[in-house]
């Protein structure tokens, strides 16, 4: 299969080799309109899309570049598909442009609710009184009722199987909108379910009685549970080893090993709701009701705190630049140094990625990839360069004085090349590597 590398518009942002901020620093804030719930997303640009009263977009540098009002504050948040387009489930689905200008709206009677997922062909799948899969022009490409609404967002697994909670079920379906499988949990099942490498399917539940995490095999057949002593509104996310770190209501952040027994617990003064995010340290950082987003050590100890004047419901996300983003009630979005890359795992973050695509990745073990850099007087690059892939980041070395470079990838998808010397600017470039090797002669820097 001949790789397909296709390149979109760069980004500019300052780079220094030589010297780093202190981890944990705030570079800047950024206050919208009123409280910051939920996750910010990463357009493929390194852009930052922020919901509150409404969606903002920003530079990396904190300025605003856009917003857009969909008639709704923003409780959820957005994703980005690889073209760039941003969809948002605020009452309706929303498709907005690049440049912040509606594309399309498709009306959804009984409300929207849940952040979309979007499949690698392009399809939206989003649950309300029915699950929709709507294509990338706004068209209805199937609608499936069950009994039941659907609480959570789906998660699409990298074989297209479409993973949703709905009443006390967990499903699966394919991607024609059939059921494969359900199986039934002690209550409602309202973050995303999580996809293991190995396929297994971790859920939390909430409301009612639901304080749980579970885990089911593929197959749909039950494995284990794990009880807090607090609702869980968070999904899973996993470490490098297999770990399973879950906040849950009762102020605890729970690191499981993959059997489902407790490795360790973080207590914090406050609800934990949203979903923590790993570096490639294996550094866990999540927020808390207490008012602070806690960096905590693979062993469960703290690590660094950032105070902020509200509640953080805010799951975190990174940029490839190793600047992690999160949101607080106090009605700021943070942007904080942590000198590090997100984890190299299959969900290390809310919504598996900074697009928040809620998909897995379409493509595994690529193997070697070749790329000659040029610039665009047609010069090869000698500089040292580096890879960062949707789930994590994988570096190379200059192979040759012609700017001959050979990376060794565990996932392809869609990734950033970036190019560097120390004391110049860094060029950020995205690309998409889809499989096999290419020979990149034709980049503009």
Known sequence: MNAVLRSLPLLLVTFALSSFAQEGSIRWTFATGSPVYWSPTIGVDGSIHVGSDKLYELTPQGTPV???????????????????????????????????????????????????????????????????????????????????????????????????????????????????????????????????????????????????????????????????????????????????????????????????????????????????????????????????????????SERWRVDTDGAVHSSPVFDLSGTLYFGSADGALYAVETNSALANTPSPMFRRNAKHTGRGSDFSNVGIVKGRVRNSAGEPLQWALVIRLRTGSVSAALSDSNGLYEFRDENSGEAQIITFKAGFTAVYQPVTIEAGSVTISDIQM
Do not use: C
């Open 66 to 300: 856009w917003h857009f009002a969909p008639g709704h504050p923003m409780t959820f948040s957005p994703a980005v598909s690889p073209q760039g387009t941003i969809y948002i489930g605020q009452g309706d689905v929303y498709a907005v442009s690049s440049a912040g200008k509606l594309q399309w709206v498709y009306q959804i009677a009984d409300s929207v609710h849940v952040e979309p997922a979007l499949a690698s062909d392009g399809t939206v799948y989003i649950g309300a009184d029915a699950l929709y899969a709507i294509n990338p022009n706004g068209t209805l490409k199937w609608r499936k009722a069950v009994e039941n609404r659907f609480n959570s967002a789906a998660t699409v697994a990298a074989d297209g199987t479409i993973y949703i909670g709905a009443g006390f079920n967990l499903f699966a379906f394919d991607a024609s909108g059939n059921e494969i499988w359900r199986t039934a949990v002690d209550s409602l099942i309202e973050a995303p379910p999580t996809i293991a490498a190995d396929g297994s399917i971790y859920v939390t539940t909430s409301i009612y009685q639901g304080r749980r995490i579970y885990a089911f095999h593929p197959s749909g057949q039950y494995l284990w549970h794990f009880n807090t002593s607090g609702w869980v509104t968070a999904a899973v996310s996993l470490g490098a080893d297999g770990t399973l770190y879950i906040g849950s209501w009762d102020g605890n952040l729970y690191a499981l090993n993959p059997d489902g027994s407790e490795r360790w617990r973080f207590q914090t003064a406050g609800k934990i709701m949203a979903t923590a995010a790993i570096d490639a340290n294996g550094t866990i950082y999540v927020g808390s009701a207490d008012s602070n987003l806690y960096a905590i050590n693979p062993d469960g």
